[in-house]
């Protein structure tokens, strides 16, 4: 059983939120810079480092000796995309009012990332509820891996930004 109550949503609906959220970010950015590139990339590094970085925390819970079973993991990161998705369909149409009414395109930057990182901020603390972490270490691991995906998402987000708002 879960350790945080469902989202009142069904579970294929909060998935396809959290495959179409990213693409409407990106749609956002492409539309202030008239560049195509971020309704690919956008969704790319979401569920690219979403995927590459996966694998690491589950090893190291397994380092500890406080790994769950792998199913429950699984149905842990389920969760916790979802809740992104949710999030984010959530702050799309407000990022998209105050991107598309400002006018620097930094602005948009902006509010693209910030929507971003509310969205990736609440996934982690969902899957930290989900993972019902135990013990200081496991903590610890899970706080780095945290640090570490928001990381390297953020440096190829800021990449992207870089490229196409130049």
Known sequence: ?????????????SLAMAALGPVAIGAILAARVSHLSPLVTTPAIVFGVFAT???????ATATTGQAPALGAMMRAFGAAIGAFGIVLAGLVLPAAFLSLTSTAATTTFAVTSLALVAAAVLALWR?????ALKG???WWVYLV??????????????DLAAEVIS
């Open 1 to 13: 059983m879960s350790a945080v109550s469902s989202v009142p949503l069904p579970r294929p609906a």
């Open 53 to 59: 970085t996966s694998p690491a925390l589950y090893i």
């Open 127 to 131: 899957l930290s509820a989900e993972l």
């Open 136 to 138: 200081a270490t496991t």
């Open 145 to 158: 891996w945290s640090v570490a995906t928001l990381g390297i998402a953020g440096r190829l987000w800021w």
